[in-house]
């Protein structure tokens, strides 16, 4: 296996090479071996990573697996920072080791899946928990819900705990104009250490997707979502309200080839204040279920609750889409044998 990539920043610029090879040497296992070289403005670093991962299939309803990863440096040239207080935005230039292990119980119309994860290096001790469900409940109807705790404990005594606790809801009949979803999310953040002034965060932000398809080459989106922050910094306590509304339109040109237009309005209630996001885009269906896009935003902003998966940010942007399921996954597995 090998990939090349190049960053291109404003202030910045990076690129990475990395090669290796990747076996399955026994039934469930897979070991990967990779050495990488990465090339940023003033420094250069190459360091090997290896992976082990056993799956066991104990029933044909219960799976687990576990795994170890080890990165290690083999050489580094130190260069200049400008401001040394400042963490790298790219990370992952120090060694650490990691664990993980989980289990996926899988019978029809539900999937339960939970994850341990630690993570260890000279900078921080990191591990956390994640379990999840998923359920259909027939008549077009499922719900899902997951948790996750994080925990990390710097070398330089800050503690930060994330806990995030989502519901999801979808009604997605076989036959219907309409296609609705809704996601809920709670999220607390807390960092305590360090002499640093503790500070807690709750938020609580909900998404919520319509879709309608009046007729088969024509599609549009509606999506509003909602936010509640409780900011405590020390002895003082922050609130705000922020909403998203969302629109998006699709026509089919043919059956290979789309062109949509979207917009989006931000509104921070307590300022007063509004942000747009606009533009086009235009879409290729490669295989049946999979399908790219190249959109341009003439304006645009950024939300970390908003703006993940809707790419509200002005500029370029490249999106692409698959729809997993036993026949779609086939499907693109014969294309690709194909290239």
């Known amino acids: 296996l090998g990939a090349q990539e190049f960053t291109e920043g404003k202030n910045a610029h990076s690129n990475a090479t990395r090669l290796g090879i990747r076996s399955t040497p026994w039934k469930g296992g897979t070991l990967t071996s990779t050495v990488e070289r990465q090339l940023n403005e003033n420094s250069s670093r190459i360091f090997g990573s290896m992976g082990l991962r056993q799956t066991w299939q104990l029933t044909d309803e219960w799976k687990v697996d576990v795994g170890l990863d080890r990165t290690q440096t083999i050489f580094k040239k130190a260069g200049y920072t400008a ?25 029809k119309g539900l999937t339960w ?10 900078s921080e001790d990191k591990w956390g928990v994640l379990s999840g469900v998923v359920k259909e409940q027939g008549n077009g109807w499922a719900w899902s819900t997951r948790g996750q705790y994080f925990q990390t404990n710097a070398s330089g005594g800050v503690e930060t705990r994330r806990v995030n606790i989502r519901l999801g809801l979808v009604y997605r009949p076989p036959r219907t104009r309409w296609i609705h979803l809704n996601r809920f999310d709670i999220i607390h953040d807390n960092q305590t250490g360090g002499g640093q002034t503790e500070s807690t965060s709750w ?10 398809k009046p007729r088969k080459d024509l599609q549009v989106s509606l999506k509003y979502g909602a936010k509640f922050v409780m900011d405590t910094i020390s002895t003082k306590r922050y609130q705000a309200f922020t909403d998203h509304w969302g629109t998006e339109i699709r026509y089919d040109i043919t059956k290979k080839w789309d062109i949509g237009l979207r917009g989006s309005v931000l509104h ?3 300022g007063g204040q ?3 996001s606009g ?27 908003f703006s993940a998966a809707d790419y509200t940010a002005q500029g370029p942007y490249v999106r692409f889409r698959m729809k997993f399921d036993q026949q779609s996954v086939k499907d693109a597995a014969g294309w690709l044998n194909k290239q």
């Open 274 to 276: 509004y942000a747009y």
């Open 268 to 270: 921070s209630w307590n």
């Open 279 to 305: 533009g086009g885009a235009a879409g290729y269906n490669m295989v049946e279920n999979a399908w790219v896009s190249l959109g341009y935003n003439v304006w645009g902003f950024t939300d970390k609750d």
């Open 113 to 122: 899946d939970s994850r341990f994860e630690y993570r260890t290096s000279s």
């Open 203 to 212: 938020r609580f932000v909900n998404n919520y997707t319509a879709n309608y």
């Open 83 to 107: 401001n040394p207080a400042v963490t790298p935005a790219s990370g992952g230039s120090e060694d650490f080791t990691a664990v993980s292990t989980g289990a996926t119980y899988l019978v």
